[in-house]
């Protein structure tokens, strides 16, 4: 016969097993719902673009999270009256040169920083956008007079982080023959940029023409361009999120399949709930 004091021993253990498993479960969907917060951030950092702005005098900051580097968009120095005449022409060519894939970048903004000065005097404010750029991510380069295509595998959207037409300096594999010597100089495009993205962004695949007709020439004549492309793919409840007003004019790409076309939807929840920041990865590819 088993003793009252034997089964009250064996009911405490039970009792303690149940609980540290309770615990331990407690335990571990607090470090997910952590993880996944921070997984939720690092998305929402490297899918919308910020701004960076300040005065001659200040320091100017820009930082992107960890596994992703600054991509400069645009950048302008002048005066707060907004004069078309005092905008600083080299400005972009600067940042560019300060802060491009970098992960943090910080100038102290003056005058001299950017060289000749059209209006001296006046106090002017520098303002810098720009996007975090995932070490991971898709690139497309296609030679002028050819066409380029961007696709993304449904539901991924696609999002553009930087977009040039022209030539970089130096470059020999794009668009060259073996015989062929790269010019001894850089002209590139930045506006095909805003090209890019007005043809593209937020659709599942576009079709892209490479000419000077839909980008403008930065060359001189015979120059060999090209057009580069760095993009990734983005599900689109993500993208939906991080830019509802995009959305809200803007109807949601459908799947076109040989049963017919399929109603848009959202990615399942479930898919997102992961709480490695290096999942993403292979989430946004």
């Given at each position: 016969?088993?003793?009252?004091?034997?089964s009250?021993?064996r009911?405490?253990?039970?009792g303690?097993?149940?609980?540290?498993?309770?615990?331990?479960?407690?335990?571990?969907?607090s470090e997910?719902?952590?993880g996944?917060s921070?997984?939720?951030?690092?998305?929402?950092?490297?899918i919308?673009?910020?701004?960076?702005?300040?005065h001659?005098?200040?320091?100017?900051?820009?930082?992107?999270?960890?596994?992703s580097?600054i991509?400069?968009?645009?950048?302008?120095?002048?005066?707060?009256?907004?004069?078309a005449?005092?905008?600083?022409?080299?400005?972009?060519q600067?940042?560019?040169?300060?802060?491009?894939g970098r992960?943090?970048?910080?100038?102290?903004?003056?005058?001299?920083?950017f060289?000749?000065?059209?209006?001296?005097?006046t106090?002017?404010h520098?303002h810098?956008?720009?996007?975090?750029?995932?070490?991971?991510?898709k690139?497309?380069?296609?030679?002028?007079?050819?066409k380029?295509?961007?696709?993304?595998?449904?539901?991924?959207?696609?999002?553009i982080?930087?977009?040039?037409?022209?030539?970089?300096l130096?470059?020999?594999?794009?668009?060259?023959?073996?015989?062929?010597?790269?010019?001894?100089?850089?002209?590139?495009?930045?506006?095909?940029?805003?090209?890019?993205?007005?043809l593209?962004?937020?659709?599942?695949?576009?079709?892209?023409?490479?000419?000077?007709?839909?980008?403008?020439?930065?060359?001189?004549?015979?120059?060999?361009?090209?057009?580069?492309?760095i993009?990734s793919?983005?599900?689109?409840?993500l993208?939906?999120?991080?830019?509802?007003?995009?959305f809200?004019?803007?109807?949601?790409?459908?799947?076109?399949?040989?049963?017919?076309?399929r109603?848009?939807?959202l990615?399942?929840?479930?898919?997102?709930?992961?709480?490695?920041?290096?999942?993403?990865?292979?989430?946004?590819?």
């Amino acid at each position: 016969m088993i003793s009252e004091s034997a089964s009250g021993c064996r009911s405490h253990r039970a009792g303690g097993w149940s609980f540290h498993l309770l615990y331990s479960v407690l335990l571990l969907w607090s470090e997910e719902m952590h993880g996944l917060s921070d997984y939720s951030t690092y998305l929402f950092r490297i899918i919308i673009s910020h701004s960076a702005h300040a005065h001659d005098g200040e320091p100017l900051l820009l930082s992107c999270p960890r596994h992703s580097t600054i991509t400069v968009q645009s950048a302008i120095y002048r005066p707060h009256a907004h004069l078309a005449y005092c905008n600083v022409p080299t400005a972009l060519q600067k940042i560019l040169s300060e802060c491009q894939g970098r992960r943090n970048c910080q100038v102290l903004v003056n005058s001299r920083l950017f060289g000749s000065d059209p209006c001296p005097g006046t106090i002017k404010h520098l303002h810098v956008s720009y996007s975090c750029k995932p070490t991971e991510n898709k690139n497309r380069t296609r030679c002028e007079g050819e066409k380029m295509r961007l696709h993304c595998k449904y539901p991924k959207l696609l999002n553009i982080y930087s977009a040039v037409y022209g030539r970089e300096l130096g470059e020999k594999a794009a668009c060259l023959r073996e015989e062929d010597e790269p010019p001894p100089f850089e002209c590139l495009y930045h506006g095909a940029l805003d090209t890019v993205k007005n043809l593209c962004y937020g659709k599942q695949r576009c079709l892209l023409f490479v000419n000077d007709q839909q980008f403008k020439n930065p060359c001189m004549p015979e120059t060999k361009k090209y057009l580069s492309v760095i993009y990734s793919c983005v599900p689109q409840g993500l993208l939906k999120e991080a830019d509802a007003s995009f959305f809200q004019t803007t109807t949601v790409p459908q799947q076109t399949t040989s049963a017919g076309v399929r109603k848009s939807r959202l990615p399942d929840k479930k898919a997102i709930l992961v709480s490695s920041s290096l999942t993403a990865y292979g989430y946004i590819k």
